[in-house]
């Protein structure tokens, strides 16, 4: 007798089809939750290493729950209708994450950068991203019933739920976020579950009347928190622009407050520019230091190199005093923003590429340079390594001074504040800390860290009082440019370099407190 198990196998139903093509989007929507996870927690807790850790400890604990409870539930109901059931309630839970992230935001943001960011992961994202993991081994569970080759069915099972997951990182990170949006891309991943549900019960178990569960997921759409606010203090914040690039979130808000009327430029909810729309002036100190204290140094460079536009205040400084200024940024959209939105115009060239990138490539020097790349949440310490710093000090002129914008501290917790400036020292002689705030009043903020491979040369400040000030800023410049700061000889630090930078661990406090201020001087459902 021939052996039964030479012959061929039956080929796959069309059900087991249905529940493969069911394994790929399932996988593929676990990804798009858990990348998007970072943009819906940026304007609150910052896209650091710690919301990226609570964003992959939520994701993996949700899972594992999943897979086990899944595996509990599909032995004692292995039922198709449990399975789709379940993706039908994971839908509509992905469907009202964006109506319910305010308030869980609000709610977990006392608690802190690193336990707010966890509590907001594993409420927001942890429900669906169980019911997800429940889905594998329910379909193991139903294909072991169906098919007689469960082994290869299995296999491609998980082989095409992991292209499943793969496709859906690829496609949310380089194409959707930037052409749908975060809720947007929420919204159709909750329907495309709710859908695949429905299909099941549609065509699979002739129950008409399951289509009318189409019209519950109206009533969680929701078209974005409110673009105009009223703030406590009588203040009209009205969001002019709001998208999201490959690289943030990026909102334009207005203020305005009786004659006054001001512009700001918010990147992954922390501000990156502002203006005085009287005048298109800076209203914020740092702006000045970094225009200032270059040119009182050396007053007689021809170009400038500017790397971290923003909303174009700096590179447009420079050029009014007639030099020609070149500009590095990485994303697109904050060039379009800052020509549309904040008056920017440049007659030297525009790069849109990452630092690091064009430092190698560049075949320029200049007189000025401008490190304005840090946003007090994350530090790129790929531009901010002794390596880097070599790099940029070969695209300087022999007279040439770098200025370096960083959100630090000089007293408690300043470890990182004061490695910045050591590695600074291993390549420039001179090295000098400018803050824009009284260390006597405070210990931490903006600070510009001037150097050059020279021996030290007085801030000219004759020079510099002609130019104007916005009333904004006008008290601050006044009464703080120029005066230099010295950390203790015996405060601690290490060189950064390429091999060992661990800016973001250590500088968790500043963050915290920059998210801090942040949060009590700006309205929350304008981040939101």
């Not at 994701?59 to 897979?67: C, E, H, I, P, S």
């Not at 928190?225 to 808000?253: E, H, I, Q, W």
């Not at 410049?477 to 973001?504: C, E, H, M």
Request: aromatic residues 12%; contains cysteine.
């Amino acid at each position: 007798m021939k052996n039964t198990s030479d012959q061929p196998h039956p080929r796959p139903t069309l059900f087991v089809s249905y529940l493969i093509l069911t394994a790929m989007v399932c996988g593929a929507l676990v990804m798009v939750v858990e990348v998007l996870g970072s943009r819906v927690l940026g304007p609150f807790f910052g896209v650091s290493l710690f919301v990226w850790t609570s964003l992959i400890t939520v994701t993996l604990v949700a899972l594992a729950a999943g897979y086990a409870a899944g595996g509990i539930a599909a032995d004692k109901k292995d039922s198709p209708h449990y399975l789709f059931g379940i993706i039908l309630v994971a839908g509509f839970l992905v469907l009202a994450i964006p109506l319910t992230k305010g308030l869980v935001l609000k709610m977990c943001q006392p608690l802190g950068l690193r336990l707010g960011a966890l509590a907001s992961s594993l409420l927001l994202f942890g429900p669906s991203l169980f019911l997800l993991g429940c889905v594998s081994p329910y379909i193991v569970k139903i294909a072991a019933r169906e098919v007689r080759t469960i082994g290869r069915t299995v296999g491609l099972f998980y082989a095409l739920s992991t292209l499943g997951s793969f496709l859906g990182t690829i496609v949310t990170g380089f194409v959707l976020i930037a052409y749908l949006g975060v809720d947007r891309i929420f919204q159709v991943a909750g329907i495309l579950l709710i859908c695949l549900a429905l299909i099941y019960f549609v065509i699979f178990q002739r129950r008409w009347s399951a289509l009318l569960i189409l019209a519950l997921p109206l009533f969680l759409l929701q078209t974005g928190s409110p673009a105009v606010k009223t703030m406590a203090n009588g203040t009209l914040a009205t969001r002019v622009y709001s998208k999201d690039s490959f690289y943030g979130n990026l909102k334009v808000v207005d203020y305005s407050y009786g004659s006054n009327h001001t512009r700001e430029l918010i990147i992954d909810g922390l501000i990156q520019g502002g203006i005085n729309m009287a005048n298109n002036q800076s209203i914020y100190e740092y702006s000045y230091f970094m225009e200032f204290l270059p040119y009182g140094i050396h007053p007689g460079g021809k170009n400038c190199l500017v790397i971290g536009l923003g909303a174009g205040v700096v590179p447009q400084w420079y050029e009014a005093r007639g030099i020609r200024t070149d500009v590095v940024d990485i994303d697109p959209e904050v060039v379009k923003i800052a020509r549309d939105y904040f008056g920017f115009q440049l007659s030297g060239d525009i790069i849109v590429s990452d630092a690091r990138y064009y430092l190698i490539h560049a075949d320029k020097q200049y007189d000025y340079v401008i490190l304005d790349v840090f946003n007090g949440d994350t530090t790129p310490g790929h531009v901010l390594s002794r390596e880097a710093l070599q790099l940029i000090k070969q695209r300087m002129t022999p007279k040439g001074v770098l200025a370096v914008n960083v959100v630090g501290s000089l007293k408690e917790n300043n470890f990182i504040t004061a490695s910045i400036v050591k590695t600074l020292r291993t390549v420039f002689m001179t090295v000098e800390l400018y803050p824009t705030f009284s260390p006597t009043e405070g210990s931490w903020g903006n600070i510009a860290l001037v150097a050059y491979g020279y021996p030290p040369v007085p801030f000219n400040a004759a020079l510099t009082r002609t130019f104007a000030v916005d009333v904004f800023a006008r008290e601050g410049v006044d009464r703080l440019l120029g005066l230099k700061f010295d950390l203790p000889a015996q405060t601690a630090a290490i060189i950064l370099s390429d091999d060992y930078n661990p800016v973001d661990f250590y500088d968790s406090w500043v963050k915290e407190n920059v998210r801090k201020r942040i949060l009590e001087n700006t309205d929350w459902d304008i981040l939101i």
